[in-house]
Nanobody
Framework: EVQLVESGGGLVQPGGSLRLSCAAS????????MSWVRQAPGKEVEWVSN????????YYADSVKGRFTISRDNAKNTLYLQLNSLKTEDTAMYYC???????RGQGTQVTVSS
């Protein structure tokens, strides 16, 4: 059974940092392009970042480029998203995805507020 379990969200002040984790089971993340997306209240789902399979090429939305970093630990079968220089507009539920197969976790809430 495929499972994606996100963690690491929380309440942080503007300018702060968080590291989100996505523990995968039922498949090996090294073999798939993995993504992070987010959804703010009342808004559509927004793509945040991708990491390609095998060679780990990374891509970012303009809104997070230079502040967020996607990575993975294949030995732990875990995807990460490092969030730095957080802004109030980064407040959202963050999800990891294996989009090709429509797999998405339950999400982890990030709230940026003073």
């Amino acid at each position: 059974e495929v499972q994606l379990v996100e963690s690491g969200g929380g309440l942080v002040q503007p300018g702060g940092s968080l590291r989100l984790s996505c523990a995968a089971s039922g498949f090996s993340i090294r073999n798939y392009r993995m993504s992070w997306v987010r959804q703010a209240p009342g808004k559509e789902v927004e793509w945040v970042s991708n990491i390609s399979s095998l060679i780990d090429t990374t891509y970012y939305a303009d809104s997070v480029k230079g502040r967020f970093t996607i990575s993975r630990d294949n030995a732990k079968n875990t995807l990460y998203l490092q969030l730095n220089s957080l802004k109030t507009e980064d407040t959202a539920m963050y999800y990891c995805e294996r989009r090709t197969f429509g797999d998405r976790g339950q999400g982890t809430q990030v709230t940026v507020s003073s």
